[in-house]
């Protein structure tokens, strides 16, 4: 997933950044490092965090309800966001331990009997784990359990495409509805990801979240544009979830009032079937 370039550098191309990452330096994921002009995934099979969740924290609603899930992820992130809910992984590399496929399926096996249905990929940006994920999510289709991805989606088209066909559910968060918003909040592009959700429509199930956040993504034109996109691209029925800022990181900013988010679902219930709001007791 990479290509060869002069004085030993390479070129990663698994996400659009297409880092040009020279000899002892690593991309903008900090998981894949140049090795004498070998590009090296390091957080192979790494783990910071693995727990027992229900399916609804991903956030799942529509997706086998009321069952839980075993969650994993590994530390790093292809995205820089300012207000990062999750930045002690995403963003730092902690404490972690190795595993290898097998042992996720294992893992995941003796816990169906607490209703386990399978494995989610996320904490941090699973996307920048690619190669375990293609490797781990085969192994758990053949046995019958579920794969789940919760991810930002900023992915190439081609490793998307082949990464999807072992997916069974996604929670894609979308961070705005403004791609100047996601280059000057997350050093990112808002197209690839509307563009890998629109292939990845009638291949998996999808739900979407959306974080609002007070006076940078929550104008009205911004939230009902982002409802009428998921209503005209991906169906009526895909369900999206409002979710509460809360100061994080290095975006110190008040809570999104839960006005705020009411008004969210509002607008996007002019398009869409099933609306809900996160981190707010309603």
Known sequence: MYSHKENNGVRCELCPHRCLVLPGKSGICRMRRNRDGMLVAEGYGIVSSIALDPIEKKPLFHFYPGSSILSLGSYGCNLRCLFCQNWQI????????????????NLAKTHQSDGCVGVAFTYNEPLIWYEFILETAPLLKAAGLKTVLVTNGYLSRLPWDELIQHIDALNVDVKAWDDDFYGKMCGARLGPVLDNLAAAKDKCHIELTYLVIPDHNDDDASLEGFARWVYNNLGADTPVHFSRYFPSYRLEIPATPTDVLKRARALAGKWLDFVYLGNVGL
């Open 90 to 105: 995403s963003q730092t590399q902690g404490k972690a331990r190795p595993i290898v496929p097998k042992d996720v399926l």
